[in-house]
């Protein structure tokens, strides 16, 4: 990957360059839409802007993956449970019950059903062909496999369709979030190579509120859900630095620079 342009930008000026179509917000799995956009997804809804979020994976494995934990609940109960909790978080952000998606793919398996999971992903851009912004996850950055892969796939069906959307990358799963969570699910990136970057940070303080209780609406992942839990599924210091930042932060795509002229 190129490396990124020095400076981080903190102003919100990005938004007047956006048209009036659609944001489409693409998460991994059920919870990743709070964490890394929870609080601009807000602002953006209280600007009246209309903001879709779509769900690549199921979310059925949280318990047994990371916690070892494979009934009560099982995945089949997960599965169910965690996409009432994304329905609800999406409520307290201020999105509509038609506003979220779930494209349902195995959790943790998603490298096991690229080629579907991108024909879903040509549907849904096909039904958003005036998309203005697109948030996804990182392709390179995130070292979660099911992350990575929908950031990388996401992209590939932009280019595929000739879409140029503002494309806002951002980064759950990097190696504090993997060390904290004690688990690991990688597969290499397909390309570093990318064109250079610029890191945006995006004020939230006046959505965090919104945030904070759109996130603790995923019962299943902050609470002791289970009986025999004696961890949050997202670890204790995790939920706390989401529920203190009062930024987002995003990988936006910078234009190459401009040859110099010659006499």
């Known amino acids: 990957m190129t490396p990124p342009l020095l400076g981080t930008w903190t102003e919100w000026h990005l938004r007047a360059r956006r048209s009036r179509g659609a944001v489409l917000v693409f998460a991994p799995h059920p919870d990743d839409e709070v964490i890394a956009c929870g ?7 209280s600007e009246g802007t209309r903001v879709r979020v779509v769900f690549a994976t199921d979310g059925a ?20 449970i965690r996409r009432q909790e994304a329905r609800a ?24 059903h690229l080629k579907e999971f991108r024909g879903r992903v040509l549907e849904v851009l096909d039904a958003h062909p005036g998309v203005a912004e697109v948030y996804l996850p990182h ?42 969570f004690a688990f690991v699910n990688r597969n290499p990136p397909s390309d570093g190579a990318g064109t250079a970057e610029r890191l945006v940070t995006v004020d939230i303080a006046e959505q965090l509120p919104l945030k904070r209780a759109a996130f603790r609406e995923h019962r299943t992942q902050v609470e002791l859900f289970a009986p025999g839990q004696t961890r949050p599924v997202v670890p204790q210091p995790f939920q706390e630095r989401v529920l203190a930042a009062a930024v987002e932060e995003f990988w936006i795509s910078e234009p190459a620079p ?3 002229e010659t006499e």
């Open 89 to 112: 978080a999406a409520r307290a952000l201020g999105l509509p019950d038609d506003a979220v998606r779930f494209l349902d793919f195995p959790d943790t398996r998603l490298a096991d």
């Open 61 to 80: 494995m949280s318990h047994s993956a990371v916690l070892g934990i494979h009934t009560d609940p099982s995945p089949a109960e997960l599965r169910s």
């Open 139 to 180: 392709e390179v950055r995130e070292l979660n496999a099911d992350h990575r892969l929908t950031g990388e796939t996401v992209l590939g069906c932009l280019a595929e369709l000739g879409l140029a959307p503002t494309v806002y990358r951002y980064v759950v799963w990097d190696e504090r979030t993997e060390q904290e």
């Open 258 to 260: 401009a040859r110099p």
């Open 39 to 45: 609080g601009t997804i807000a602002r953006l809804v």
